[in-house]
């Protein structure tokens, strides 16, 4: 599975940066799995989508700034976060599922079942 940067196809405004989400790709004899990084975005605010072999997820997020405290610092991104990831043709884009927990986006990506290895018996 290859990664893409594309530019963005709607530009965010200039004072909303675009973040692209640190992301693990593991691969097993199932599938795909891929695992970013999305702090603070929930179902609501994430979006998967596939596309001519390219799998694009996007989330935004606001900051949020508890009461009472200064902000002296920040190391997350908030705002809108995008990756690109062209698929390999293995891949059955029609059963791909997305999840996302405590800001964790979780892709599963299976193969398709022509593909995946499978143990033959040997008889003599």
Avoid: C
């Amino acid at each position: 599975m290859n990664e893409t940067h594309p530019n963005p196809p709607v530009p965010a405004p200039e004072n909303e940066p675009v973040y692209v989400p640190r992301a693990d790709v593991r691969e097993s004899a199932e599938g795909f799995t891929v695992v970013a990084d999305m702090p603070g975005a929930d179902e609501k605010s994430v979006e998967a989508t596939v596309q001519n072999r390219v799998l694009t997820i996007e989330g935004w997020t606001k900051a949020e700034k508890p009461q009472g405290h200064e902000e002296l610092g920040r190391e997350f991104g908030a705002g809108r976060f995008r990756r690109d990831f062209t698929l390999p043709d293995a891949v059955d884009p029609d059963r791909i599922q997305a999840r996302v927990k405590n800001g964790v986006l979780t892709v599963s990506i299976p193969k398709k079942d022509e593909v995946k290895a499978r143990k033959i018996q040997v008889t003599g």
